[in-house]
């Protein structure tokens, strides 16, 4: 087991975070590019702040009801945040080439609402700097997000898959 | 009720369904907007943004995620690509704590390829978020252009 002694912070300029709703209606995708992240490798901090307006869908009414108050309201929360720890960091060598399994446990705000969330994901070291990546679901009524009625109760799933990719290098 | 009075109402009720349907199949479809082309509501310095970045959510932001369209004028930073093969400018000037990130397009990446760094540009795009000093980053986050492009 390797215990890293890294002092400095790395930071992520450069992510992509996809979410995919799928129904028997309708699958919907939107994606991001404009996250931004930072990873402490001593403490293993992770922090993400995800800009909501930039989730782009295929179709412009969708990102509009998305965008809305009924949704997402991001006038009024224009970012979401991911905060947590790596919580087998002596698992992982930020100094040593390779690909790590690492585990995250935190908490997730989105519009407002904060709730405890923990995701698997890879590490893989390169060259002095590494990339992220994680699948995990995110059930919306936890973040007060639910239709009742109408197009959205029914071609919006009740769990929505979260994918991310970010590279890290150091500040 | 005689034929004609019902054909008649046959025919109000295709036509009523059809233009409801067409309605609803161009709201369903419609496409993006164009920011290239749509209006600039603003024409800012890098500078003269970042001073007031505190209410520029509340300010810029829409509800519908139409926000407003900007022009914002400063010195280009860095030049990188993102994960979905989109140019991405910084504009920042030297000392500043957070600058401006311009996203292109795959239509206009060229524009922003033919940029130098240090060379003072004019960029127009769609704003998605404010800058703002983040605690739990620990960094000044910069303000987010999307569908960018070089105004020359």
């Known amino acids: 087991m390797a215990f890293t002694k890294i002092e400095d912070k790395y930071v992520s300029q450069k992510s992509h975070i996809k979410f995919h709703s ?29 800009p909501m307006q930039s989730f782009e869908f295929e179709k412009a009414l969708m990102q509009e009801h998305f965008n809305g108050k009924n949704f997402l309201s991001t006038k009024k929360n224009p970012k979401a945040k991911l905060i947590g720890k790596i919580t087998n960091l002596g698992e992982v060598d930020f100094t040593k080439d390779g690909t790590y399994n690492g585990s995250f446990s935190g908490e997730m705000t989105i519009k407002g ?5 923990t995701a698997d994901g890879k590490i893989t ?18 973040y007060g997000i ?14 929505i898959e979260v994918t991310l990719i970010a590279e890290y290098a150091k500040q | 009720m005689n034929k004609k009075k019902k054909k008649l109402i046959l025919l109000v009720v295709i036509v009523g369904m059809t233009v409801a349907a067409s309605i609803a199949a161009f709201m369903f479809f419609k496409p993006h907007r164009d920011v290239q ?14 001073s007031s970045a505190d209410q520029a959510n509340e300010k810029y932001l829409d509800e519908a995620g139409l926000s407003k369209i900007l022009e914002v004028n400063g010195l280009v930073h860095s030049i990188t690509e993102d994960y979905n093969n989109q140019m991405v400018v910084l504009i920042k000037s030297p000392g500043a704590d957070a600058g401006v990130s311009c996203t292109f397009t795959i239509e206009t990446n060229a524009s ?13 795009g769609v704003i998605r978020s404010g800058a703002a000093y983040d605690e739990d980053l620990g960094l000044f986050e910069h303000v987010i252009l999307d569908k960018s492009d070089v105004i020359k």
């Open chain 2, 112 to 124: 922003a390829e033919a940029l130098k760094v240090g060379q003072l540009v004019r960029i127009k």
């Open chain 1, 146 to 159: 639910a239709f009742k009625k109408g197009k959205p109760s029914t071609n919006v799933a009740k769990t």
């Open chain 1, 22 to 50: 799928s129904t028997p209606l309708e699958d919907i995708e939107a994606n991001n590019y404009k996250a931004v992240s930072t990873v402490d490798a001593s403490t293993g901090n992770v922090v993400f702040s995800v």
């Open chain 2, 37 to 50: 082309s749509a209006r600039t509501d603003l024409v800012i310095s890098a500078n003269e943004y970042l």
């Open chain 1, 113 to 117: 609402e904060t709730q405890p969330i």
């Open chain 1, 125 to 142: 070291v390169k060259e002095g700097a590494f990339s992220l990546e994680s699948t995990f679901d995110l059930t919306l009524t936890d």
